[in-house]
Each structure stands twice: as C-alpha cells, then as structure tokens.
C-alpha cells in the first residue's frame, strides 16, 4: 500500500535545484569608485549557474570563470514571485523589508554591508524544484550609499528541466523467523526512475500473546535505478520478546537525496502485513 511521495528540504531554499546554464552570458559596468567591481567592466559567458525558489520569489546566479566568481540576488518582496518588471527601492538580500526587493552583488572577496539599487526582470521561468529555465534581468547597485555604482545584464536559457528522482518500495508479504533467536527475516524490492542510493528502514511489530509484543526496526541502503533491487533485512526484537511463527506488521519507507536536485529528499512507504513461518534450515 503506497501513502505518501514528497520532498523534504534542508536548504535555504525550499527543494533548490541549482542548473548549469546552457547558455548565459553575465556582464557588469562599475563605475569608478564602486567597491565591489572596482571600476572594471567583466563579461561571463560559461561557468554560470543559476538557482531559484520552488516559490519563485528568489533566484540566484553565480559565476566562477576565468579566475573570478561572483554572485547575484534578486528577490520580490515576501508573498510574490518574480514577474517581468520594475523592482525599485531594492535593498541588500536577504536583509531586506518584507515589502522590499532584495538585490545584492558580490564577489572576489568584496561585498556591501548595506545596498541601494533597483532592478528590472525581463523574463523568468522557474520549473519545478526551483529549477531555472529563463532569466533575462538587469540591475543598478550602489554600495553603502555611495554615489558610484555598479550595472549588470545576465541572460540565461536552458532547456526544460530533468526529472526528478522517483522511487516506488514493495515490501513481500512473506517473511521468515528464526525460532532460536527469534529474529526475523523480511524483504521486498525498490525501483528508481534514475539511479540513486537508496536508504530503507522501517519497524517490524507482533502480538506474540495477550501480554506480549516483539518490535525491532531495520535499515538497509541499497543501490537503486529502473531495474528492481531486492531488499533483506534481519530485524532483531527488542526488550526480548522474540518474533515467533505468525502474522506481524511491516512499515518500511525508503528515501533518497535526488541526485541531480540537492537538498531534495524523496520518499516512498508501504505498509504490509507479513507472514513469518519458521524457517526449516540454518537454526543458530
């Protein structure tokens, strides 16, 4: 029985995915006596990655070519989401007002403690887990108030995004018992759409007597892709009750970090109730 897919996140971002650009091109004019880009005019056109929000109230640029790496913020305000226009007023991200763009630019090792700026969003596209598929924008940036200031263009295409990791758990409802031990043998199979490491654990449970419950839980980590992995796993009882020939109560989940979108975690369940028979060989 399946109960629930879903993602969890331990990012800033809820479910981030960061994707290298397919074509992108990066370019900023300081003016003299700007901090952060200490009058120069750069231009990037690889080693861009772009990373949003699954909200799309947030996306994130970075640049790391030619020996210079740098980074942008552009955020709407708090209950928003990107949208082709006009942010004015936009202060440093994420130190922002809650009814205030964010905006920041940083990079090779110089910063703004405060920022003053606006900027403009052309086009934007963000797919599923915050996966960046358009971004065309435009900002001005002063730095602690100061009169000088920093101008930028980035333009990012890629193509539509890869799927995410799927994983689908089928634990058997046949199982196995040692009735020497008591320990308890039970298994079944998991199948991924992509390849992943896939992490399975669960709990074991039996009404062996009016009074008395065997309970022991398990975990396994197996590799997953489109071809089913067998899964068997020992469960050992606790508080020593020991697993005894009969029907017990099986609740597995296995779960992953999708390798393509960090910070995304996946999950499958099932719940199965096992017959465990004693097994005829190997009594030790």
Not at 72 to 87: D, R
Not at 231 to 238: A, D, G
């Amino acid at each position: 029985m399946k109960f629930f897919k879903q993602c969890l996140v331990a990012v800033l971002f809820a479910c981030t995915a960061p994707a290298m650009a397919q074509t992108a091109n990066l370019t900023f004019v300081s003016e003299p006596g700007d901090y952060v880009g200490q009058g120069e005019s750069l231009s990037f056109s690889d080693g861009i990655d772009a990373y949003g929000s699954t909200d799309g109230r947030i996306v994130s640029v970075s640049v790391n070519s030619d020996g210079h790496w740098f980074f942008l913020n552009l955020a709407a305000p708090e209950g928003q989401a990107l949208a082709p226009g006009a942010y004015e007023n936009a202060a440093r991200y994420p130190f922002q007002n809650s009814d205030q763009p964010g905006l920041d630019f940083w990079g090779d090792g110089r910063g703004c403690n405060t920022v003053a700026g606006r900027f403009d969003v052309e086009a934007i596209k963000i797919s599923s887990f915050g996966y960046v598929e358009r971004l065309k924008a435009n900002w001005e940036l002063h730095c602690e108030g100061a009169e000088p200031g920093l101008f930028g263009t980035v333009d990012i295409t890629n193509p539509p995004p890869p799927p995410g990791l799927e994983i689908t758990l089928q634990m058997n409802t046949q199982g196995a018992v040692n009735r020497v031990n008591g320990r308890a043998t039970v298994g079944g199979i998991v199948t991924c759409n992509k390849a992943a490491t896939v992490n399975v654990s669960g709990y074991l449970t039996q009404r062996t007597s009016r009074l008395t419950i065997a309970q022991g839980e398990f975990y396994a980590q197996v590799p997953c892709d489109t071809t089913p992995t067998a899964i068997l796993v020992t469960v050992s009882p606790v508080a020593g009750v020991p697993f005894l020939n009969g029907t017990a109560q099986l609740d597995a989940t296995a779960w992953a970090y999708d390798p393509l979108y960090p910070g995304v975690q996946v999950r499958d369940t099932d719940s199965v109730l096992v017959q465990l028979k004693v097994e005829k060989k190997n009594q030790k």
